[in-house]
């Protein structure tokens, strides 16, 4: 089972997905694994990645979407100008230059870089710190007692 799994894409978009499950499947891209780590390369066609739940991810892109469903463990992405949406993370570090960002809940912290992108953050259980020259930054959930 890989413990983490780096994804490079150009144009595609790309769907991860963690689940319940022991190892990591792609659909639309190529894999191949070594040890603890998965690596994908995907190039202008959409693609689906299944990992088990928890999984460390590390993503590259540069104009294809990034969605991350279910629960993954901690999260990093990079990318020139694509939308991002987070839905259950250990933790995120994300840096675009432009594009919107929605995180719906991180159990850890929270580092949002952009040059002109919205950042929204729903709740976060860890340090927030979003830098930004311009765009809109949403309200965050205080963290719970």
């Given amino acids: 089972m890989a413990e983490r799994v780096r994804i490079t894409v ?5 769907l ?7 190892i990591v499947d792609v659909d639309g891209a190529t894999a ?4 603890q780590e998965t690596e994908v390369r ?3 066609d959409d693609f689906t990645v299944r990992v088990p739940i928890g999984t460390d991810i ?12 279910g629960e993954l463990g901690a999260v990093s992405v990079t990318t020139k100008s694509a939308d991002l949406r987070a839905d259950d993370v250990a933790s995120i570090d994300a840096r675009t230059v432009s594009g919107r960002l929605k995180v719906r809940h991180s159990r850890g ?4 870089k952009t040059e002109s992108a919205d950042a929204d953050i729903d709740r976060a259980d860890g340090d927030v710190v979003v830098s930004a020259v311009s765009g809109r930054v949403g309200s965050v959930e205080p963290r719970q007692p």
């Fill in 16 to 22: 991860v997905i963690g689940e319940a499950r022991n």
């Fill in 42 to 44: 995907g190039g202008s």
């Fill in 10 to 14: 150009s144009s595609g978009d790309v």
């Fill in 109 to 112: 912290s929270v580092r949002l």
């Fill in 32 to 35: 191949t694994s070594a040890g």
């Fill in 58 to 69: 590390v993503v590259g892109s540069e104009s294809g979407d990034v969605t991350l469903d």
